[in-house]
């Protein structure tokens, strides 16, 4: 798993942001895929992602995730449910210690955030979708009403597609620059006439940044790029595969 220096400095936190590698599954799914949506064998999809919940220090029925579906919906967490019982929603928040909190992804950006004082954890999937309608803004009012402080709080930015591999049409476009016409920065032109390459990496530390985060941090790693990683939904639309595999990020908080 990759880590962040700035989240890893945090005393009784832990988190990670796992690759592809360390897992049981076979095939394109090949090897630690976490996704209950894939159409992977379902035991292996459990041991990997037991083996995530061994890794953070966790019993392996802490881990939770819920089923995502674009919102920007963010799930405050209590008790821990199980991979038959996901509720919708594309965040979770939890100031509970031994419980983890997981979101899969596949090129769109995961982000891991923490308040070490007031001992708050989030985490969220933020594709373009997500992003756009405020799942992050969404994550921070949840952390605040279990005590956080945003000017506090460190998020971080796990593997997400770059803007090098992201090609995107003039609909796309015109949805951003439609919300805030400033969202134009983060298009430049492709090779394709009236298609654009989107900075989505960019795009939400800017909204990290602009909703008053402490830190907004970016591992700077893309998916697409690295195959022997990650997963990523593009690369397989692309090589026209039939499905493609989930990766993992998590934190919590220890101890419970």
């Known amino acids: 798993m990759l880590t962040s220096p700035d989240l890893a400095a945090l005393d009784g936190i832990v988190h990670g942001f796992f690759t592809r590698e360390g897992g049981v599954s076979r095939g394109i799914y090949a090897s630690l895929n976490v996704g209950l949506g894939s159409d992977d064998d379902r035991a292996a999809v459990i041991e990997n992602r037991t083996r995530i919940a061994t890794m953070l220090g966790v019993v392996p029925g802490m881990l939770v995730s819920p089923h995502q579906h674009h919102s920007a919906d963010a799930i405050p967490v209590s008790v821990p449910w199980t991979a038959d019982a996901q509720p919708k929603g594309d965040a979770l928040v939890t100031d509970r210690p031994g419980l983890a909190l997981g979101i899969a992804t596949a090129d769109c950006g995961p982000v891991l955030f923490a308040d070490p004082q007031a001992r708050v954890i989030a985490a969220a ?26 000017t506090r709080v460190i998020a971080v930015l796990g593997p997400t597609i770059s803007q090098k591999n992201y090609e995107v049409g003039r609909d796309f476009l015109d949805r951003f620059t439609a919300a805030d016409a400033d969202n134009e920065r983060f298009f430049v032109p492709s090779d394709r006439p009236d298609h654009f390459r989107f900075d989505l990496p960019a795009f939400i530390g800017q909204r990290l940044r602009r909703a008053g985060v402490g830190r907004a941090c970016d ?38």
């Open 219 to 256: 591992l700077g790693r893309c998916t697409y790029a690295e195959p022997e990683l990650f997963y990523s939904y593009r690369r397989t639309t692309h090589a026209g595969e039939p499905d493609y595999g989930r990766l993992m990020s998590a934190i919590a908080l220890s101890g419970g």
């Open 125 to 150: 999937h933020s594709g373009w979708r997500g992003a756009l309608t405020g799942i992050l803004e969404a994550v921070l009012v949840k952390m605040e009403t279990l005590g956080a402080d945003r």
